[in-house]
């Protein structure tokens, strides 16, 4: 046997003697030195046929995490959150509400099935980097387009493998969200990574403005024939729904179209007055990223348009509803992301199993009288739905409309074209 690549030449010449035979099987290995095989063109010095640790995970705490780097290069900034959904990676990682957050996915094995664009949440990637365990080497899916590693570099996220992700999550779990540094650059030292991860911070920046679309726009598209799921008692009639782009998901635009209504989307900094110009039917919150407290405008506006037409608040639009109703909102933990949160539905006494994605909760304790509490989350009994007829809002803290699911919560949609259909009646 040959070995052209070896560091080395020997010849070995070794005997087989099976006991009780009087065969002898004669065998020879030959490993001779190549000079043209090398790493960083020095004789003797011979390349690795796989990929190394290349990037560092630098978090507030201190710890440092040796990776290997796939998408883009350089050195990135962020809050770690873990996500616990067990598909939709290409969802998650368009999702706007992930601005300025490194994403660590606890299910290991993570690209197996490529990207394509019909999963695609919006037209960018917001998020500051992926984190996973295992990155597949191949993808198998007919309606692949290109690999993981592939499509993080053309939008230049960051991205890591081979990393310990059960112990970064415990880690999460016990101290709460930390800042991290993601860096592939060896120029920059250990200590000054971690100077820049204590002296970032994520809480009070306006992330919204950086996700929003910057004029508005009509949205006519329905959620596809091959994935509709629900389609029973839907409504033949059209209603006129105004959608604060806060970094919205096109699902959310899918899930509402093929209710039956006309979407026209305006940035978040669209005036409210702008709005109740249009006349419209019902007015949509979205969700988006990071702290509510930080967009004071966008509170105004919500505030300004609640109690004159019908407004349904996901997410961070359900934050925004908390505050514009005299309500306060906190910082939680490490918050909610993954696609396995159940949920109690007060009203109904049903559980919905629900996708989320949020660092921030209402305190129900501070809303005033009249404002319904509908849906808890049984993991911790933090606020996750809200009401009030009398206001003509409703709102979620997660994601009716998720994708790839689940569909548990997709029935709140005609809850909303109720609410519209009420007030149409009335007038």
């Known amino acids: 046997m040959d070995c052209p690549n070896a560091a080395f030449s020997t010849t070995i010449t070794s005997a087989i003697v099976p006991k009780k035979s009087t065969n002898i099987r004669l065998f020879t290995v030959k490993c001779s030195s190549n000079s043209n095989f090398s790493s960083n063109g020095a004789a003797g010095l011979v390349e690795r046929p796989w990929k190394v640790a290349d990037a560092r995970l630098v978090l507030e705490d201190g710890s440092i995490w040796k990776a290997k780097s796939f998408g883009a290069r350089g050195t990135q ?210 969700n988006g990223p990071g702290d509510p407290s930080a967009v004071p405008y966008a509170v105004e506006a919500v505030k300004e348009l609640t109690g004159k037409v019908p407004v349904f608040g996901i997410c961070m639009g359900h934050q925004l509803l908390g505050q514009a109703l005299g309500g306060k909102t906190f910082k939680m933990k490490f918050g909610h992301h993954g696609g396995n949160h159940p949920v109690r539905n007060l009203r109904s006494g049903c559980v919905e199993i629900s996708a989320q994605n949020h660092n921030y909760a209402v305190d129900p304790e501070s809303l005033p009288e009249g404002v319904e509490v509908t849906h808890v989350n049984l993991n911790d009994g933090s606020c996750a739905g809200l009401a009030s007829s009398k206001m003509k809002l409703m709102s979620l803290q997660y994601h009716p409309e998720a994708s790839p699911g689940p569909h548990d919560s997709d029935p709140v949609f005609g809850e909303f074209i109720q609410l519209m259909k009420q007030e149409k009646v009335k007038a």
């Open 77 to 286: 900034v962020g809050e770690v959150v873990f996500n616990t959904s067990l598909t939709g990676y290409q969802e998650i990682i368009t999702d706007p509400s992930y601005a300025g957050q490194f994403v660590l996915m606890t299910n290991p094995h993570i690209g197996n099935t490529g990207v394509n664009f019909g999963d695609e949440e919006s037209m960018q990637c917001f998020l500051a980097g992926l984190v996973i365990r295992s990155l597949s080497i191949s993808t198998s899916n007919w309606r692949c387009t290109e690999t993981l590693g592939d499509y993080l570099a053309e939008r230049n996220i960051m991205g890591i493998y081979d990393v310990d992700t059960r112990a970064i999550t415990r880690r999460l779990r016990e101290d709460g969200s930390l800042i991290g540094v993601l860096s592939t650059e060896n120029s920059k030292s250990d200590e000054e990574l971690l100077e820049i991860s204590r002296t970032w911070d994520i809480v009070g920046v306006d992330l919204i403005s950086g996700v929003s679309c910057k004029s508005p726009y009509e949205w006519v598209d329905r959620t596809g024939s091959d994935w509709e799921f629900n389609d029973n008692g839907r409504n033949i009639e059209t209603f006129n729904v105004v959608a604060y782009d806060f970094g919205i998901k096109h699902n959310i635009l899918r899930r509402l179209a093929s209710y039956g209504c006309k979407i026209t989307v305006v940035p978040s900094t669209w005036p409210a007055s702008e709005t109740l110009k249009m006349k419209p039917d019902g007015v949509l919150f979205s």
